[in-house]
């Protein structure tokens, strides 16, 4: 029974589980509040060091106080066990969502310090003050996503809710998403984060969670227009699908156009050694070289004034360029 339990090892037992929660929590990807949940956390564990230091009140109020901060705890460990391995997409479009769970727990676990406090005004005497700006703190947590993420987030709901499919914009909406969390627009690192909202619309649909499953899905439908969603192997394979069945029916026929993603936006020809800008713009390397050296500062496919003016090889791209020469 707990009541047969010392005191002293219950603190040592939940300093040991705040520790880990706030370790935890600390590293869940591009959340600064889960950052803010971490610091809190480690504070209330130097107050529990404090109070094993020192003889604790065992009363009841005292035990019911950290029976609360550990059921707190456990709550704040399962919501961090529930974001810790989602994508960086997914994480930005449940921003909101995240926000008000962090703040709830921090809000719950300020109130359940606040009891011990109180139960322990005397043990405390030395850390009252430190002790009242930390429950109080945390009890008025107002959390928020970023302007940044919420304009993004935003911009996406309108989207779908104005059932939105346009290649163009899909492409904006995907350059937007990924900028925002720090995701290279590459097709490797694009593929990775829609099969993270995969995986997530099964666990969903396995919840029976049908309004989160219905969500999933017009995102992915959404993004997937993006030409940096696009499977590179796939649409090249159709393309000469077409070109045969275009020569089948009459070889003097002339071939369609290449693929445009083969295609550098600067030359016009079919590239060779393709590299890609932050943007996710593809071209030739030597073109793009002579591009920046003529003092261009842009995009050269959308006009865009690039911060970023650095890139790097595409060899996804490259591949099955090479494969198209061999076909």
């Known amino acids: 029974m707990a009541e047969l339990v010392p ?6 037992v939940l300093s040991n589980q705040i520790i ?24 209330i564990q130097v107050v529990l060091e404090e ?9 009841p109020a005292t035990r019911k106080a950290l029976e609360s ?6 709550k704040a460990n399962n919501l961090v066990e529930k974001y810790k391995n989602k994508g960086r997409f997914y994480l930005l479009i449940k921003c909101r969502n995240i ?24 043990v405390l005497s030395g850390m009252s003050d430190q002790v009242n700006r930390l429950q109080n703190e945390m009890q008025r947590a107002e959390l928020e996503a970023s302007h940044s993420q919420k304009r993004v987030v935003d911009k996406l709901n309108q989207a779908l809710k104005d059932q939105i499919q346009d290649q163009d914009f899909a492409n904006d909406m995907l350059k937007e998403i990924a900028r925002a969390v720090g995701v290279p627009i590459e097709p490797a690192e694009i593929s990775k984060e829609l099969e993270s909202f995969k995986r997530e619309k099964e666990e969903a649909a396995n919840r029976k969670e049908m309004a989160e499953v219905f969500f999933l899905e017009q995102v992915i439908k959404l993004l997937s227009q993006a030409d940096a969603a696009r499977n590179y192997e796939e649409v090249r394979n159709q393309y000469f699908q077409r070109l045969r069945v275009i020569e089948c029916y009459d070889p ?17 020809h079919v590239m060779l050694d393709p590299v890609s800008l932050c943007t996710g713009t593809a071209c030739e390397r030597t073109a793009l070289e002579a591009w920046f050296n003529s003092g261009e500062k842009t995009d050269p496919e959308t006009g865009e004034i690039l911060e970023d003016c650095s890139y790097r090889s595409n060899l996804r791209l490259r591949h099955s360029l090479s494969k198209s020469g061999e076909s």
């Open 51 to 59: 109070l094993q230091s020192k003889k604790l009140d065992d009363s």
């Open 20 to 43: 880990k929660t706030a370790v935890a929590a600390k590293e869940v990807l591009e959340k600064e509040s889960f950052k803010i949940l971490s610091k809190h956390l480690f504070s």
């Open 99 to 122: 926000v008000k769970e962090v703040q709830d727990i921090t809000r719950h676990i300020g109130k359940s310090l606040a009891a011990l406090s109180v139960a322990n005004i005397e």
């Open 69 to 74: 901060i550990e059921s707190d705890v456990k």
């Open 7 to 12: 005191v002293g090892t219950i603190l040592a």
């Open 252 to 268: 003097k026929e002339q071939a369609i156009q290449p693929f445009k993603p083969f295609v550098c936006c600067i030359t016009g």
